[in-house]
């Protein structure tokens, strides 16, 4: 991709930006750049993105390239299709069928969330993640999305410019959140279920040092920062070929610092896919 193509896609995005550094808004520059008053800039990659950390060292831990292509194969296969949908049911339920809407997808990973909302007319979406490596994964097949390597305790969002903060399976800033979020905003926050992975977890057990998972302490916290307006639980088996568990194996953090292939999954016909999908609001804001 031409850098000027990736300056195309955010042209439009500018107004929703800030410099993370100091604060001030955000212009394009001739150079092809987005610049701010104090002299802050940020370049455009011909991959696709904008760094907005390209000083500060990345730690990308567990989140290695491997597991976000194996992500990347696991949303291919349709596993995650039917999350998506009630994500974007619940988002139409809120704001209805009609209304322009801009979208952060915040810990975007690989970007499977952003490129379906950024494929349908009426979402602007932006996404950001700390990780370089998910931000490549993601831009690989070109979207529309603006593509962000940046921190999520920094954003480099204006305050009150996003209707919708997608926050999937990836850790949470809710001051930030709420910082972003217009009035009538949305956080839409995914947990796992108790029964999430299950197949695998049972698969490495004898490896892991917390045998059982709870999603309580996470959704506690998220009912301490917004206003919970709704929850639904999705629960389903999904048909699993030879191939699968192995990248459902891989793109999970749970399997960190296990060697993979000593990992026999040949009895594994189906993955479970059992999560709580919270949405939440601003409880500082009231709706007249």
Sequence with gaps: ???????GIFMNAVSYLKCPLCGA??????????????????????KGYVNFIPDKKQVSGHYTAKLFESRAKVFESGAFNRVFDEIHDMILSHFGENRALTLLDAGCGEGFYAKRFGAIPRFDVLAIDIVKDAILAAC??????????ADLTEMPVMDGSIDVVLNILA??????????????GLVIKVVPGGGYLKEIREAVKHRLLNKEYSNEEVVEHFERNMKIIGRRAINYTFPADDALPGCFLEMTPLTTGIVTESIDLSGVSGITIDLDILAGRNPCFRLF
């Design 171 to 184: 850790s949470a800033n809710y001051g930030e959140f709420k910082r972003v979020l217009t009035k009538d």
């Design 1 to 7: 991709m031409k850098t000027d193509d990736v300056c």
């Design 25 to 46: 808004s955000l212009c394009l520059s001739e150079n092809k750049s987005l610049v701010c008053a104090s002299g802050h800039c940020f370049d455009f990659s011909s």
């Design 140 to 149: 690989r097949k070109r979207s529309g999305v603006k593509w962000m390597v």
